[in-house]
């Protein structure tokens, strides 16, 4: 098996004010459909409208706090109209309430029934139009259109070859030539074809998209009695659903996407709600990783939900999604961190952090990420985001932040203090997001915040560069006179990671300086003579080696982020611009939700 993804495992105060979500179930975050009652189930009553949080009361009381004109007329009404209903079921008869309660029953079951035959039923309506930048124009350097073609033809490589030997499945085992099974995923089938459907998408691989949405449409089944990964469930199949719709328009991938999103639901029934790591989709039953800190959840785990849940009830009408993700907020807001940082642990029972480590790699990385994201996503609204993103990169440049003897700028680990000078592959993602939040820098620091974008990139460069295959090791350090290598055997693998080439995309897009292509272009070139095998791609143990010793895993984020960030890099900035779309942590783009009217891209009906 793969050696497990971390990220993947990657992959104060001020808490009782929650003004984005009083925003948000106000309707602002969506188009003014988004809340109106389903249509009517055939044949059955007219279905109440959703209430936010208990009914019409507390509905009412959002409203008030929003602003509502007569708001408390309204509430009154509501009231009394409560404390009638209320006195009407205490004059009935134990037998005639008994009655009512199991027709309640009979009407939820069969609801529920319907739900699961016709996947979802009652999702507002929508009236799609092709978004902004689904697909771009051609880039007018014939160089680069020929690096371009190359890297799409990697991915026909790797898709044809998933395709063959292992369709359905997970991922591919491109030397044995069979399907490969993560148990992140539980029973869910299909990790790959829901990964790459974006990808294939925005390459106008059209026939290869249509097979991958028949599968979706047959194939995609939830209702599987086994723990999975909440995490990873969200980013890979979440994540890819939701852009394959919001590119598409098919309908298929909005009702699977909510659908799936309804079974996450469970993991969120802790006492603080902050969700456990593993769920078992069928019983609703959580638990978190064995050998996390006493029983915590993982931060850049529940820290890493937050786009994909606001697109959840931005397409489903129904606020829960928003809620759960904007109560993670409202408990980490109550805490205090420790120099301004955030601990990889929190414990969802005391709502306490546990031990004082920090990372901005495996464990941490996605949510300082998302924090940026969710402000960005918002049309640059969601205010309580920036100014979290942005207080956490100032922790971490006083405490984390150092430079090398040699001069090259890494990002150490926090241990209760005590610093750590390695730096891993998943942490280089964040010389992109340095550089795609330098525009919103407080105090004049855009010029800075590009500034450590760049040595990051640098940094990250050299760690490939000073391989003998010019591919980067999984962690590399600063000490006892090593600058950008691995010195543990079991740091020196690649597993087909995007993050250095996440990074190489941002700073191509926001400098345009030639030499982010160039280190792209190094990438390609390793990845074909070291990772292609006749079976697709595969990672390898030991980047130092001469001789290849291959892992025999086509990790699915191959295929979603690697092959997608390369496909970026040698496209024009017009295919998916940053002024309309954010990347999710799996590179599955969300469109940016407009404030005009919830998202110019894509009206209601």
């Known amino acids: 098996s793969s050696p497990v993804r971390v990220r993947s495992l990657r992959g104060g105060g001020g808490g009782a004010r929650c003004p984005a979500l009083l925003e948000l179930l106000s309707g602002v975050f969506f188009h003014s459909a988004a809340l109106q009652p389903p249509p009517p189930p055939p044949g059955g009553q007219p279905r109440a409208p959703p209430q936010p949080g208990g009914g019409p009361v507390a509905a009412a009381v959002v409203a008030a706090a929003a602003g509502g004109a007569g708001s408390l007329e309204r509430i009154r009404a509501d009231h009394e109209r409560a404390l009638r209903e209320a006195k009407e079921t205490l004059q009935k008869l134990p037998e005639e309430i008994r009655r009512d309660i199991r027709q309640d029953k009979e009407k939820l079951l069969q ?10 039923p009652g999702l507002p309506q929508r009236l799609f139009r092709q978004p902004v930048g689904a697909v771009g124009q051609e880039p007018s350097d014939p160089d680069v259109r020929q690096k371009r073609d190359k890297i799409k033809e990697m991915m026909k490589h790797a898709w044809d070859n ?3 030997y292992a369709w359905g499945l997970n991922e591919l085992k491109p030397i044995s030539k069979q399907g490969h099974s993560s148990n992140l995923f539980g029973n869910i089938q299909g990790a790959t074809i829901v990964d790459a459907l974006d990808t294939l998408y925005i390459m106008e691989m059209k026939e290869e998209f249509k097979e991958a949405k028949e599968w979706v449409e047959k194939n995609l089944d939830f209702n599987v009695n086994a723990e999975i990964s909440v995490f990873e469930v969200n980013i890979r199949f979440v994540g890819g659903l939701l852009s394959a719709y919001y590119l598409s328009g098919e309908e298929v991938f909005r009702k699977k996407a909510v659908e799936l999103g309804e079974k996450l639901l469970p993991a969120f029934n802790t006492p603080t709600g902050i969700p456990w790591a593993l769920l078992n989709i ?3 039953i959580g638990r978190n990783w064995p050998w996390a800190s006493g029983g915590s959840s993982i931060l850049a785990e529940f820290g890493t939900l937050h786009l994909e849940f606001v697109h959840l009830s931005h397409l489903s009408g129904n606020p829960v999604f928003a809620e759960k993700v904007m109560n993670i907020r409202k408990v980490l807001n109550r805490l205090d961190k420790p120099e301004g940082l955030y601990p990889n642990y929190l414990n969802p029972s005391s709502g306490q952090w546990g031990q004082h480590h920090v990372s901005i790699g495996g464990l941490g990385d996605s949510f300082y990420e998302y924090l940026l994201k969710a402000w ?5 609204t969601d205010e309580e985001g920036k100014k979290m993103y942005y207080d956490a990169v ?3 440049e006083t405490h984390l932040i150092r430079k090398s003897s040699g001069g090259l700028t890494y990002i150490a680990e926090w241990k209760g203090g005590l610093l750590e000078h390695k730096m891993g592959h998943l942490t280089c993602f964040a010389g992109g997001m340095f550089a795609l939040g330098a525009d919103g820098a407080p105090n004049d620091r855009t010029g800075h915040h590009i500034e450590l974008g760049a040595e990051i990139a640098r940094t990250c460069h050299e760690s490939y560069d000073r391989t003998s295959m010019k591919l980067g090791p999984e962690a590399f350090r600063f000490d006892g006179g090593v600058e950008a290598i691995a010195t543990r055997q079991n740091e020196k693998y690649y597993i087909l990671r995007p993050e250095v080439i996440e990074t190489y995309m941002y700073m191509w897009r926001l400098t345009h300086d030639p030499k982010y292509r160039q280190w792209g272009w190094e990438a390609v070139e390793a990845l074909e003579k070291h990772c292609r095998v006749d079976g697709g791609y595969s990672g390898i143990r030991d980047v130092y080696n001469n001789h290849e010793s291959h892992d025999d895993v086509q990790q699915s984020f191959f295929l979603s982020e690697t092959l997608k960030y390369l496909y970026l890099l040698f496209s024009e900035d017009d295919l998916l611009p940053f002024e309309h779309w954010v990347f999710n942590t799996e590179a599955h783009p969300l469109p940016v939700l407009h ?7 894509d009206d209601q009906k």
């Open 282 to 284: 069928k019983s609703g």
């Open 394 to 396: 100032q922790a971490i």
């Open 376 to 380: 960005l996503m918002t049309d640059k």
């Open 162 to 164: 998933y395709k063959r």
């Open 111 to 120: 609801d529920a029934r319907g739900r699961k035959e016709a996947g979802a």
């Open 595 to 601: 404030k005009d009217n919830g998202n110019k891209e």
